[in-house]
């Protein structure tokens, strides 16, 4: 049997991953419900897949400050299982469990869908998410949307891809009444 792979991300309503300026983590947006939802989801069994980039600067803000990561869903996600792409790194930057695996991430991620006994998960990560949409190896994508324009501010395209998709509504849930939950299952257009 095959695992399934979700593409996790949080997003602007204009399609941005993060922003620069005096934006927050979470845009300032972040509720209880939120909160409560993202630990939940983080409580299953399952594999964490990153990049390098992502896993870097993950490992690093839970390095300097371990004290001010708070939220108990980024506690669980730290504590996850864990399969790092990188052809440069060498090193698992103190994450408990993480494997580091150098090659192609399509043909790794095709495999590790073969082998692993609980789902696959990747929070962000969007240069190696949009290598993988593009392969068709991503079953499930997450987007939470966070009620906030960054048109001036706005830094790493979500979803810029070099194909067309067509999506199917699974599940939609409003969060703390304005963050909007939105899973998909992509298909290649055409």
Known sequence: MTATYTYDVFSSLDGYGAAGGDWTGYWGKQGPELLQHRFEQYSEDQRLVLGATTFRNTARMFAEAPDEIGDAWAQRYRELPATIISSTLDDTLGWPDATIVSGDAVEIIARLKEESPVPLRSHGCLSLNRALLAAGLIDRIQVTIFPVITGR????????VPADFDLELLES???????????YRPTLHG
């Open 173 to 183: 849930h409003t969060l703390d009444g304005r963050i909007q939950e939105l899973i």
């Open 153 to 160: 501010t706005g830094l790493n395209p979500v979803l810029e």
